[in-house]
């Protein structure tokens, strides 16, 4: 019995002294992925809101999946992507747009937002569904679809 109480009791000031590994780093590092995902996202949204594409492509990935309401779809380029996406801002000209949810505690962070645009005179919305994928250097869009 006594053998029984010095184990227990061992075992007690064992969890004291070798507590349980937890890293106070891993939240400090999802917290700060969070506002780095944040800020990128409220970056792009400013781009598309402003039409202005040079906000943008600095977050576009090397391939990039478009799909827009004018028909285009597919895989692009960066290079591909950053024009096809002006001329699509160029001629659905912007009212308002923001996006209204944002995802980000998955490993591909997504927004979903509305898309305010004048279109040959006529007033209508589009909905944006943009996803982001972390690289080795930075969180980089893989998929923009306006419809």
Known sequence: MKKIIILILFLFS?????PQEYSI????KSNLQNSVVYSV???IEKGILKANISDISPYLASHVYLSFLNGISGYYSS?????TLDKFLKEYKVIS???SKIKITTTN???IGTYYYEYKGNRSEARVYLT???????WQIT???IN
């Not at 780093?25 to 400090?28: G, Q, R, V």
């Not at 982001?132 to 930075?138: A, G, I």
């Open 25 to 28: 780093k891993k939240d400090l």
């Open 143 to 145: 998929q923009i679809s």
């Open 132 to 138: 982001l994928k972390l690289t080795s250097k930075s």
């Open 41 to 43: 996202l409220n970056d």
């Open 79 to 83: 290079n591909q992507a950053y024009y």
């Open 97 to 99: 747009f923001s996006f």
């Open 109 to 111: 962070p997504f927004a």
């Open 14 to 18: 064992g969890q004291l002294y070798f």
